[in-house]
């Protein structure tokens, strides 16, 4: 018997004791008409991989089932991608150090502020999760990595400019098809060294993805290198697709918009942190851009921009290419998947046109002139020399022209004069022979 029914029996036998009614039995079921108070569910913590929201919201794991981005590399221009994450095992292939301080495989983070930068960049990018729900996956997880760490003011003892005008090559030259700067200079004009060097990496067909600068960070405007013509600069949204106030910045140079806020990066000692800022919008994008060359390794950096700008979605209410947007929010399922027509130039500008236009080119050669030689004819045979005479006798020349003239003129002189002294004369004579008392 139940504590409870023991309960009532005694009770009932206490009640026929003292003659008193038996009170009621507690109902333990809800009495009809009353609400029933829910027991607190527990929330529900969103998993890793429902923390990157990213992957399903923007076409990501629909493109995964065409290609992972296998083939393919992307060099990270950046702090330095660190050496001992687990996402990283296996995708960092080859490094170097362009800022003089850090280690020759690109692999020691430079810099004392944002250590943690080049490694949350990369993770965006091409993390491994190696089918671990617990570790980060990237946007190209089988893509492999490149790491050139950079520094910038005092953390380097190369100036920052020539770093990056290194960086670019060195990655052109060990194989990248993308490349990822996650930086701004906050100034839309660069260093000369730069437009051989971006104008290199265009001309042996990669793509090169950059960030536009964030708000938050005090960069009003896009600045250098998403200035460069040519590059495609990526703006960031917030999860609900709508332009980032902090964690992006406008300017007419910008080609796409993705997420910016809410990301998550796996940092230098493995733990995964959220993170926001254009700085991983960039390597959403550069890890699309992968995955499109994955899936159709004969098409032309400049096509695989074409397409990743052609199939964004333009937000609502916008007409693109918007400054805050560019040409829409980034598709990476369309981008890999959608019909698109083949572009003979870059659609983000021409640097070459550019540096012809905007930059002062030597001064081509003056041509050498052809001159045709004339015939001249000979001059004539020079008078042979008169014998020398008196200096104080004329010439026979003189007398010619000198002073044989002067005496005919001075004899004609004279016989002039004559006549008029005579002609004088005779008037005198009159009129003496007619004055009056005169015998």
Known sequence: MSRLARLAAFTALAA??????PAPTPDPVQTP???????????????????????????????????????????????????????????VVDGTDVSGVGTPDGRTPVDVIDRNHGSWVASVAAARAAG?????????????????????GDSATVPF??????????SVDHGADVINLSLTTNSQSWDESWDQAFLYAMQHDVVIVVAAGNRGSGTNSVGA?????????????????????????????IGVSAPSEKLLGVSNDGEIVEWRGTSGAAPIVAGIAALVRAAHP???????????????????????????????????????????????KNPMGDLERWIQV??????????????????IPPLPPADPPAEAGSSFLPSEDE????????????GAGILVMLGVIAAVRRVRSARVRRSPGKP
């Open 16 to 21: 026929l004791l003292t003659g008193a009614a």
């Open 132 to 152: 671990d729900p617990d570790r980060m996956v990237g946007v190209a997880p089988e893509a492999d990595l490149l790491s050139v760490s950079l520094g910038f």
């Open 399 to 410: 007398l010619r022209s000198g002073t044989l003239p002067l005496a005919a003129l001075s």
């Open 33 to 91: 008409g009353a609400e029933a108070t829910p027991e607190p569910e527990a929330t529900k913590e969103p998993t890793l991989r429902e923390r990157q929201y990213w992957l399903e919201e923007y076409g990501i794991r629909d493109a995964w089932k065409v290609t992972r981005g296998e083939g393919t590399t992307i060099a990270v221009i950046d702090k330095g991608i660190a050496d001992g994450p687990k996402e990283f095992e296996g995708a």
């Open 225 to 253: 290198p998403a200035t460069i013509p040519g590059v495609l600069t990526v703006a960031g949204v917030d999860p609900e697709g709508k332009a980032s106030v902090e964690a992006s910045t406008q300017g007419i140079t």
């Open 161 to 170: 400019a020539q770093q990056v005008a290194e960086a670019v090559v060195w």
């Open 358 to 375: 905007n930059r002062r080119q030597p001064a081509a050669p003056l041509p050498t002139p052809t001159v045709t030689p004339v015939e």
């Open 298 to 344: 004969e098409m032309s950096a400049d096509d695989v921009i074409n397409r990743i700008i052609k199939t964004a979605r333009k937000p609502k209410d916008v007409e693109v290419p918007d400054a805050f947007y560019g040409y829409g929010l980034i598709d990476a399922e369309a981008a890999v998947t959608a019909s698109v027509p083949h572009v003979t």
